[in-house]
């Protein structure tokens, strides 16, 4: 699985805002610490904000700061609000679909990587140590790169 490019950059503005919890922080800004248009930058804010994650205010001392705490919000509604589907491929043309089992494993697989991001909350990318993770084994070996 990969998310799209729109649920990264949601993901590392919900990161960014939740470091500084009561400063706001206007799109420009946003916009140079990620290299990234303003217009791109302001429509996944808007969808952050109708989602409940950041909370906008207008005016000339406005910008956008963390909506909740990030403890409450879990990494797996942030890709569902982006609207990032989990189906892997789409079997409705293929000619083996009748005969074929590898739609049922792909959603087994698409159902473990969205269990995943459900378990994990914002809070859980800002501070601490990295997870260590162990490389996949293959009949008793690593995999090599």
Do not use: W
């Not at 919000?73 to 189906?87: K, L, P, T």
């Not at 697989?109 to 260590?132: C, H, I, N, T, W």
């Amino acid at each position: 699985m990969k998310l799209n490019l729109k649920t990264d950059y949601a993901l590392r503005v919900l990161i960014f805002l939740s470091n500084k919890p009561e400063e706001m922080f206007d799109i420009e800004t946003l916009s140079r610490t990620y290299d990234l248009p303003a217009s791109s930058l302001m429509k996944i804010v808007s969808e952050l904000v109708a989602a409940g994650f950041v909370h906008s205010t207008r005016g000339r001392s406005g910008g956008i700061r963390i909506g909740k705490d990030p403890a409450e919000i879990r990494v797996g509604d942030v890709v569902r609000a982006m609207g990032e589907g989990m189906q892997m491929v789409d079997c409705s043309t293929c000619l083996l679909v009748s005969n074929c089992k590898l739609a049922g494993v792909l959603c087994e697989a698409a159902q473990a990587f969205e269990a995943v991001l459900m378990k994990y909350r914002l809070s859980d990318l800002l501070a601490g140590p990295a997870p260590v993770l162990v490389p996949f084994q293959t009949e008793g070996r690593p995999v090599q790169a």
